[in-house]
């Protein structure tokens, strides 16, 4: 190594931003709140608190006083952090600050002034507070993965505090006095305080260090393994040993052994299963206690250091069963015995309450009462913890349940009970984590004096990436080195070095540390590395003085160093800034014994004449705390490294390719030249390093002229003439003066000139000759010359690749230029004069380098003669050559990497490049690469390589398409954006580009929000993202943000009060734009506004009468009023997003009317009238059914929103009761406490019961829930034990819970279940009027019930063969004997009903409903003949005799059902279902004798009206249009027929009821179409008021406006099994007569229509404005047996289809970006949109209009046009330009580059750019336009004279190999897009233009060059751009014969202008051999 570089005589360096340090915690505390009234009691005199508060309040205010008189601080420091952001982009420091009660968390930076993040203020004085990040696992499995919570935590001396960041508060009671917290990767860490109690009996102590891997969690024990490789597994009980250090990255403890004074450090980790197993098992030989002793010891025996101490209560018999007999001695158990699991009556918190001090003075109350205190049993664990958003509690309000003692009184003190009694009860603790040993400190070989416990311990790294463990121990601080091992599994600690130290920090942004010498000086160091003396200005070291280095190297080590000598000089006095008097260091230095930094800040501060740094503290990435010997605090920075990328980039290649200690040398060297007194200069940074650079390669840069020149490029100063380090003294300190008299000062002011001017060569007199200049072989980089220049080589060829950064390229050009002239490297020369033809052309000095010398140095293999070139690499690949792998520096040239594989897998058409294939493309470098791995690699190269170019050349669209997809995937999975691909050279990314735009086309729907990003899809990455508009201003799902239509003539308060304020949205508006049916149906299904009674007082009516009479009608209206809640509940499902501080908003039921003309009040509380007094019962309870079937399932709903929307008004119970069933609907309910639940339970309301039953078992739908079913069975007799108690339930509750059994186990086929329902259709009234009456509604629950439980199993019933359940149903269906019931043996007991008398026949009134449907639902879509032969109608008139009509509509219903594939929408399928016997005689004149009119006509219209509700099952949410006809002629029909004179034949009410189930069957159909035609017939049936229009029938045609409105067209019903059945229980065909009608159905039935509701609504939604809006969709249908595969065209917004019907749904163009949903793989993509409003994001193409302002197309036109190619360019006018676009850039652009200015000189360039935008817009490439601009701009610069450099040529060429390459392939379509085939022509025609021309002229410049080498100095620009664009090759390897032959060759194909490569396969074809035998390549290198 050179002396001369390395010997230097003194290195230092300057720390900046001096600043005086307060912590920010402490100026807040003094006005915190929780210091106030400290305050206030210091100021007022003693007799004044006297007088106030007495003795006592004396007494307190001086215990205060004494308390925080002297008040202790701590705090620390750390990096900036922003939740949810990336850390390097926080520029930040945050402070955690704890004084007192109290902890202030801040944040601030140089820039910002500091503030309050957070404040906590606690019970207790603060013990600690950190900083911790807790696991949030995924899953139970995975307990130490997931996401990380952040929070602080505080410890106190009962608890520890935990605080996130995301507002969630944790107090987790301690169970013994912790003394430290700290923070690992897992969570929190305690240390028990140990007192160091004396070894017991057995010689085992207890555990000493626990964790907490969640502030819900439970303490657990941590185990160790003391060896690696150790099978023995034990507690961590070991009282000697002190945590000292913990670290998260890597995971890793230090600590101490107090005993043997040394220090470990080990490995956390999670525990494995074999060593928890290993833990928990007592070992035979280590105890003689019984199994559970240390169990139980832990329980019992630990209350000695409870936080709280003990005090005085009754004893436990438990507790003093483990103390007996151990009453004089600590006992202690041994670790290892057992951990943890659940117990019921012990907690594992109380299991940890350990014993730290004497138990002979405790006694037996205190004991007693410390336990009751502190070991009541918790039901909280670990695996039954909620999660982090749970409360927590402290104190013993955790533990809620009491512990079972046999008394107040313990036994006696001479009780003999046994220790092992206790062992059911106990349980082991299962630890968490595990430690293991990695490292012991060693000891040396003589015995020593015990070592002191580390005072400070930090992990560092050097420069080179080594990593240390530093700790300090009194004055040395000790290194250890560690690595981690190959399989990245542990860590490897190799050696120790001791540094002097009396404190050190680390840096972690300059891999460096700051060492705090005896003398008080400060020394950097990088690892063990000495760097330099740091000099703080303003604060004046002793080091200064030469005894500094005589005291340390009195010391036994001294560190490794480059700098051999680090004497330091003799400092004028003059050379130091003047410092006062008072701020002078001191000499005198105190050691800091603590980590935490502890004063008294109340306390006045004395400032001592001379200050001395004496102690170093909170270091934060480059700052630093500097403490002195007054107190006071300094904060100081110390350098970077660099701040420039390119320096920083050639320092990472610098450390990569050289040795590590040649490496350190260099940096080390570097750094102190950079840093140098006087502070850094960014301008000078460059050329400091070359400087630097090239004196340690051993060149003297005062003799190398372009050296000089560099500086010109930056402006002069005398600072920047300071700032520069001579290479000589590399940094050293000599004074101003020696500077401006030295030699660099007049080479500054000699270069000094004209900034735009070329850089001149140096005249003879300045610049020596080259054959002067040696270079000095023996620097220590001399030998490294060549591998060195190849990193910079591939960094400039990395640097190439990046826009922002190319002209960084050119600053380290001339000292490439230098080191390949030196070494001899010719091709490299031409590369960089042909990318640089100026610049290059004036550097021409070369140093001398012997060729000896040249053979010493250490040649890489990878360095060869022909210079890696990754554009013509680029080049070849476009020409389909065969590509060398490309070498690269991986972490530095990630460009390089990124762009070679992209050519490699999309050009050539590899796909496996990325993957397998790898080494094929790129060669990694490495300082110790093998060569044979070389060899291989090139081998495996030749194999492959012709074989995939060939392939590749033959590909077709589909494969292209394929690569582009797999292209684009990887480019996003590797971190590559837009922003990216922005900064690529034009030419370079036209193959990325063109893949981007091929996937743009046909994108698919599930690719990542980063995929969607990247190839431009805004709609896909709006969807990608899951926003949903209902969130956003712009609700598409909800109207509640957005105005009500301007046609509405409803004030705001109505609109509020009708529970339907929200209807009006956006999408309500483009679904039904033409009409105002929205509005109509909300005044139809409005409650909440009086009803408008008309009746006219005839003159004998007297006025009495008169009132009578409108309350009578009011009466009729009020029937209808009280139905309207069932529709509206319907008409607004789901559209509500309820506000959790706000109750839900409940519309008032108005039973009131207006008598017009004076709007007179018509009341029915006057009496006049008989009204039930429970009348609104019902109505009340769908009123708030609707209320809450409002709320979306998307809704932020908890358990205590649910209660607090509970009345205070008994009146509004049963609204109430509504609301808790809606919630169940929705699924809501299940976020009630189960406390809640038993709560509404146990009130005995009925109301409540029924909606509470029925919500919770839809909200369980299916589950088989235990807890439910146990709820549900309480309310069912038949369910309980014989022997219960009888209880009073309620006949309704019994039905609802019934019915609730049939949900939950709906589809499960539960067999006891089953067996017990199938009962209960027939239970037999009993005595006492039990089971007597509404019997009806019982046995159909019953029936439905059992339906859903073996819902659509039909004969594969498993398990109830001996039931014969078909059998039984038929026999309830159609009469006869009762069988015994097997299972029923608790009625086998009851007594006959004294009131009715069955007998043993079945009451077929009764069962024949629920067996029926029963039936039907058992075998639904079975498609079984022969159950459905039973149920076929009568065909005799004696059997018609014998059934009701009403039961021939559920028998046709069930048929068909049952039938499902035959059911068709046509009215003679319908006709069909009719017995051939009615059919006959319905029509018919005159009628047989045994044949009644009356019956056939019933008969008749019941058996249409089944078979109608049929086709509505199975076309519901269809829309089928053959359907609705059919549906719809039925319907007309029975309206007719109830106006004729017919139908007193068959009856109003019949009639009536059979247009009621028609109506509702069409609904179905066209559920959520909001079909005109059905809308009328609704409004028609909701006038009619008088005559057979009950209750009932309301409740039937409001629900059918609902339904046909569902969720405001939003929503859509199913036809799956499950919805099948809610629709038979929700539109049984038997409505109420009155609103309190029960009786054969039970009314809170109908609202389960929900459960068959789903989303279907597609809302396309405009990307830019938000805005929903129309888009044509094409919906593909699957093939069934009905179709083939069709494809039908919709508009949206639409309802779909079911998604299992469906193929595909694609946006359709021309208007929109096309996009498609396939259906056949998954629909779970489609569902998941629906789920979310159905939000479709989509994008408007260029030039198009949406549908909403041009209908037809019209005023599109104007793009056809534009569109259609044309021989020549196109251009429209600028202002058209928003007619395409509404991106602002380009209409921007537009404004400023494309108005036509005639009359000036740029009009061509206008006209010019015109075209390309035209080009862009129209063809949807707007990204394109920066290539066609810079395209343009290349070939026009290259006409108008010489270019400085050739990269636009380059990408020029780049782009038309791309455009050959695309034309040998065949390839048209998507290729030919991008750039216009016109352009490109132009482009390519002027540059041949330009070339010929310049060749034809100065032909013989070219010839010069190829026949000699030789280049003109006037024409050096234009042959070098001339060279690139023709691809020829470099010449000056090559012999004069080869030179003259090529030459000759080329000037003869001249005139035929082809490129070089052409003219080789010609010359090849021309010498082609005979057949059979082998030609020989060309070779011209």
Not at 194 to 214: C, I, R
Not at 413 to 427: F, R, Y
Not at 670 to 678: D, F, H, L, M, Q
Not at 1523 to 1531: D, M, P, T, W
Request: glycine share 6%; charged share 15%.
């Amino acid at each position: 190594m050179s002396d001369v570089v390395f010997e230097e005589t003194a290195t230092m360096i300057a720390a900046g931003d001096l600043q005086l340090f307060v912590p920010f915690g402490r100026d807040h505390c003094r006005n915190h709140p929780s210091a106030f009234n400290l305050q206030l009691r210091q100021l007022q005199p003693a007799s004044e608190l006297w007088a106030l508060e007495g003795a006592a309040g004396l007494v307190g205010s001086l215990q205060e006083v004494t308390l925080h008189e002297r008040l202790q601080e701590s705090w620390q420091l750390r990096h900036g952090c922003v939740v949810g952001g990336p850390d390097e982009e926080a520029e930040f420091e945050e402070e955690l600050y704890t004084a007192g009660n109290t902890v202030v968390w801040s944040r601030g930076s140089r820039a910002e002034a500091s503030s309050v993040y957070k404040a906590f203020t606690v019970d207790t004085p603060v013990q600690q507070a950190l900083w911790c990040s807790f696991a949030v696992p995924h899953s139970k499995k995975d307990a130490c993965s997931g996401c990380s919570e952040q929070t602080v935590c505080i410890l106190q001396s009962s608890c520890v505090n935990v605080h996130s960041v995301t507002g969630k508060d944790f107090i987790s009671p301690l169970p013994f006095q912790v003394s430290h917290l700290w923070a690992t990767a897992f969570g929190l860490l305690l240390e028990r305080k140990n007192s160091d109690p004396p070894p017991s009996s057995t010689g085992e102590s207890l555990p000493t260090v626990f964790s907490m891997l969640h502030p819900l969690d439970e303490v657990a024990p941590v185990v160790w393994r003391p060896a690696a490789g150790s099978e023995v597994v034990q507690y961590v009980s070991d009282s000697s040993l002190r945590l000292v250090f913990s670290s998260c990255q890597p995971s890793i403890l230090l600590c101490f052994d107090t005993t043997q004074g040394t220090h470990s450090v080990w490995a956390l980790r999670p525990v494995t299963q074999q060593e928890r197993s290993a833990v928990v098992r007592c070992p035979p030989d280590q105890s003689s206690l019984a199994p559970g002793f240390f169990s139980s010891h832990l329980r019992n025996v630990s209350l000695l250091d409870s936080p709280n101490g003990p005090a005085t209560t009754s004893s436990s018999p438990l507790h003093y069963t483990a103390l007996r007999g151990h009453h004089n001695r600590i006992m202690t158990s041994s670790p290892g015995a057992h951990s943890r699991v659940h117990s019921p009556s012990i907690s594992n918190m109380a299991a940890l309450r350990l014993v730290t001090s004497r138990i002979e003075n405790i006694t037996l109350e205190a004991w007693s009462h410390i336990y009751n205190l502190y070991l009541c049993p918790s039901v909280s664990s670990r695996s039954h913890s909620p999660g982090m958003a749970a409360p927590s509690f402290s104190g013993t309000s955790r533990f809620n349940e009491s512990f079972h003692s046999q008394g107040s009184r313990g036994p006696s003190p001479n009780s003999t009970s046994n220790d092992t009694l206790l062992l059911p009860e106990m349980e082991p603790i299962l630890p968490d984590l595990c430690m293991e040993q990695l490292w012991t400190e060693p000891t040396g070989p003589s015995p020593r004096r015990s070592s002191p416990m580390a005072s400070k311990v930090f992990l560092t790294s050097d420069f080179c990436q080594n990593n240390f463990l530093c700790f300090l121990v009194e004055s040395q601080l000790r290194c250890v080195k560690f690595v981690q091992s190959n399989d990245l599994s542990r860590l490897i600690f190799t050696s120790v070095t001791n540094l002097p130290a009396t404190d050190a920090a680390p840096l972690q942004s300059i891999n460096a540390m700051l060492v705090l010498e005896a003398s008080s000086s400060l020394v950097l160091y990088t690892g063990t590395t000495r760097v330099s003396k740091v000099f703080v200005a303003g604060l004046l070291s002793p080091s200064f003085i030469r005894s500094g280095h005589a005291h340390r190297s009195g010391h036994a080590h001294q560190a490794d160093t480059p700098l051999t000598s680090a004497s330091t000089p003799a400092a004028p006095a003059n050379r130091l800034p003047f410092l006062d008097q008072a701020a002078m260091p001191s000499p005198l230095s105190e050691p800091r014994g603590s980590k935490h930094h502890q004063s008294s800040w109340l306390e006045d501060y004395s400032f001592p004449q001379s200050p001395a740094v004496q102690a170093l503290r909170d270091p934060v990435s480059n700052r630093i705390t500097l403490e002195v010997s007054n107190g006071t605090m300094f904060r100081v920075s110390i350098p970077e490294s660099c701040t420039s990328t390119l320096v920083r980039k050639c320092l990472q290649a610098i450390r990569f390719i050289l040795p590590k200690d040649a490496a350190m040398k260099v940096l080390v060297k570097w750094y102190n030249t950079y840093n140098a007194p006087g502070g850094p200069s960014a301008h000078a940074e460059w050329n400091q390093f070359v400087t630097c650079f090239l004196s340690l390669l051993g060149y003297n840069t005062e003799q190398l002229a372009w050296t000089h020149n560099l500086f010109i490029e930056v402006p002069l100063s005398p600072v920047i003439a300071a700032k520069k380090a001579r290479p000589s003294d590399g940094g050293s300190d000599e004074d101003w003066e020696y500077l401006l008299g030295s030699q660099y000062h007049r080479q500054y002011q000699s270069v000094c000139g004209p900034m735009e001017s070329p850089p001149a060569v140096t005249t003879e007199t300045d610049a020596p000759t080259a054959g002067s200049v040696c270079v000095d072989s023996s620097a220590p980089l001399f030998s490294f010359l060549p591998s060195l220049f190849h990193v910079l080589h591939l960094i400039y060829q990395d640097l190439q690749l990046d826009n922002l950064q190319r002209a960084t390229a050119l600053t380290l050009l001339p000292l490439l230029q230098q080191l390949a002239r030196d070494l001899r490297l010719e091709q490299y020369i031409d590369l960089y004069w042909r990318d640089y033809p100026e610049f290059i052309s004036n550097l021409n000095e070369s140093c001398v380098i012997d060729q000896a010398l040249i053979g010493q140095m250490v040649h890489p293999y990878y360095l060869k003669a022909e210079p890696p070139s990754v554009l013509g690499w680029f080049s070849s690949c476009l020409w389909g050559e065969e590509v060398p792998p490309f070498p690269f520096l991986p972490g530095i040239c990630e460009r390089t990497r990124l762009l070679i594989l992209s050519y490699a897998l999309y050009v050539v058409g590899d796909l496996d490049a990325t993957s397998s294939n790898l080494p094929k493309y790129l060669t990694k470098l490495s300082a110790g690469m093998c060569v044979c791995m070389r060899l291989c690699v090139q081998i495996h190269n030749q194999d492959g390589q012709e074989e995939n170019r060939q392939g590749d050349i033959n590909s077709g669209h589909q494969r292209g398409a394929s690569l582009a997809e797999k292209l684009i995937l990887w480019l996003s999975s590797s971190g590559f954006t837009l922003k990216d691909l922005e900064s690529v050279p034009f030419g370079v990314a036209l193959p990325i580009r063109e893949a981007i735009y091929r996937c743009r086309e046909q994108p698919y729907s599930d690719w990542s929000e980063e995929v969607c990003l990247l190839i431009g899809r805004q709609d896909l990455t709006k969807q990608a993202h899951k926003m949903s508009l209902a969130n956003s201003k712009t609700s598409v799902g909800s109207g509640v943000s957005l105005e009500p239509s301007s046609s509405s003539s409803s004030t705001e308060a109505d609109e509020e009060e009708d529970g339907m304020s929200d209807i009006f949205g956006e999408v309500s508006g483009l679904i039904w734009s033409q009409d105002q049916r929205v509005e109509e149906v909300r005044r139809l299904l409005q409650s909440s506004r009086p009803v408008r009674v008309r009746v006219q007082q005839l003159p004998e009516v007297s006025d009495h009468d008169f009132i009578e009479e409108k309350e009578n009608k009011l009466l009729q209206l009020c029937q209808r009023t009280m139905s309207l809640p069932v529709g509206r509940g319907l008409f607004s499902l789901f559209s509500y997003q309820p506000v959790p501080t706000q109750p839900l908003p409940v519309p008032k039921l108005n039973l009131t009317g207006r008598a017009p003309p004076r709007s007179t009040m018509v009341d029915l509380s006057s009496g006049n009238i008989d009204v039930p007094a429970n009348m609104t019962s019902w109505s009340s309870f769908h009123n708030g059914v609707a209320a809450g079937l409002k709320i979306a399932p998307a809704s932020q709903v908890d358990s205590a929103w649910i209660a607090y929307n509970k009345p205070k008004s008994p009146e509004l119970a049963n609204e109430y009761a509504g609301f808790l069933m809606a919630l169940g609907l929705n699924g809501h309910l299940t976020k009630l406490a189960t406390l809640n639940i038993h709560d509404y339970l146990t009130k005995g309301h009925e109301m409540t019961s029924i909606g509470l039953l029925l919500g919770v078992s839809s909200a369980k739908l299916g589950t088989m829930d235990m807890s439910i079913t146990r709820l549900l069975s309480i309310h069912i007799p038949a369910l309980l034990p014989p022997t219960s108690t009888e209880l009073d339930v309620p006949h309704n509750v019994q039905v609802a819970a019934v019915l609730g059994i049939g949900l939950v186990y709906q589809g499960t086929g539960h067999r006891h279940n089953a067996e017990v329902l199938l009962a209960e259709i027939g239970r037999p009234p009993g005595p006492e009027m039990e089971y007597c009456t509404d019997r009806e509604s019982y046995s159909l629950a019953a029936g439905l019930a059992l339906g859903m439980v073996c819902l659509g199993h039909g004969s594969s019933l498993v398990g109830m063969t001996d039931l014969n359940v078909p059998e039984q149903l038929y026999q309830y269906m159609v009469g006869g004997h009762r069988r015994p019931q097997p299972g029923c043996s608790r009625d086998r007991h009851k007594s006959p009903s004294y009131q009715i008398k069955e007998g043993d026949s079945i009451n077929v009134d009764v069962t024949c409903p629920g067996a029926t449907l029963a039936l039907a639902m058992i075998y639904l879509k079975t498609n079984n003949r022969s159950i459905a032969d039973w149920l076929k109608a009568p065909d005799t008139m004696f059997l018609l005799d014998f059934i009701k009509p009403e039961f021939l509509l559920l028998r046709s219903l069930a048929r068909c059902i049952i039938m499902w594939d035959e059911i068709l929408p046509d009215a003679d399928w319908v006709r069909s279902n009719v017995p051939q016997i009615i059919q006959e005689n319905i029509g018919t004149a005159g009628v047989a004798e045994d044949v009644t009119m009356e019956t056939l006509a019933q008969a008749h219209d019941y058996i249409i009206a089944g078979a109608c509700l049929a086709v509505g099952f199975r076309f519901a949410g269809s829309s089928n249009a053959e359907a609705f006809e059919c549906l719809y002629s039925f319907c007309r029909s029975f309206m007719k027929t109830l106006t004729s004179s017919t139908a007193a034949v068959t009856g109003h009410y019949n009639l009536q009821t059979c247009l009621s189930m028609v109506l509702l069957a069409v609904s179905m159909v066209m559920c959520g179409s909001g079909d005109l035609k059905i809308l009328q017939v609704c409004r028609f049936l909701h006038k009619r008021t008088g005559g057979e229009m009950n209750y009932g029938f309301h409740m039937a045609h409001h629900m059918a406006l609902g339904l046909l409105f569902l969720g405001r067209g939003r929503l859509s019903l199913n036809t799956s099994n499950s919805a099948i059945a809610a629709l038979l229980c929700a539109l049984y065909p038997h409505y109420p007569a009155h609103s309190t009608d029960n009786r054969y159905h039970l009314q809170a039935l109908r609202h389960l229509v929900v459960l068959a509701v789903q989303p279907r609504l597609l809302v396309p939604v405009d990307v830019d404005t938000l805005k929903p809006c129309y888009a044509l969709l094409d919906v593909t249908y699957k093939e069934s047996h009905w179709y083939k595969e069709t494809t039908v065209e919709m508009m949206a917004p639409t309802l779909l289809p079911e998604l299992h019907l469906l193929q595909q749904v694609k946006v359709k163009g021309p208007r929109y970006w096309e996009l498609s949903i396939d259906l056949s793989k998954d629909t779970q993509h489609l569902r998941s949109i629906l789920s979310r409003d159905g939000v479709l994001y989509v994008k408007l193409r260029a030039g198009r209009l949406p549908y909403k302002e041009d209908p037809q197309g019209w005023k599109s036109l104007l793009s056809s046009k534009v569109n259609q190619h044309s021989s020549k360019l196109q251009a429209f006018k600028p202002e058209d330009i928003s007619t395409f676009t509404s991106d602002a850039t380009l209409v921007s652009f537009s404004e400023l580059f494309c108005k036509d200015s005639t009359g000036t000189k740029q009009v061509e360039e206008m006209r010019w750019f015109s075209s390309m935008l035209t080009e862009c817009v129209t063809q949807e490439t707007p990204e394109m336009l920066p290539t066609y601009i810079a395209l343009e701009q290349a070939v026009r610069g290259l006409q108008g004279g010489p270019l400085g450099h050739t990269f636009p040529l380059w990408q020029v060429r780049l782009v038309l190999e791309l455009v050959q390459r695309r034309a040998m392939q065949g390839a048209d379509g998507p290729y030919s897009i991008l750039l216009s085939s016109e352009f490109l022509s132009i482009i390519h025609s002027m540059a041949d233009i330009t070339m010929e021309t310049w060749l034809s002229g100065t032909g013989c410049v070219l010839g010069s060059y190829l026949r000699r080498g030789e280049v003109s100095a006037s024409q050096n620009s234009m042959l070098a751009c001339f060279l690139v664009y023709r691809a020829l090759p470099s010449m000056p390897l090559a012999s004069a014969e080869e030179r003259a032959c090529v030459a000759d060759m080329l000037m003869a194909f001249a005139p035929l202008g082809l490129p070089f490569r052409e003219l080789l396969r010609l010359a090849s074809v021309s010498r082609a051999p005979p057949p059979g035998s082998v030609s020989q390549p060309i070779s011209l290198s």
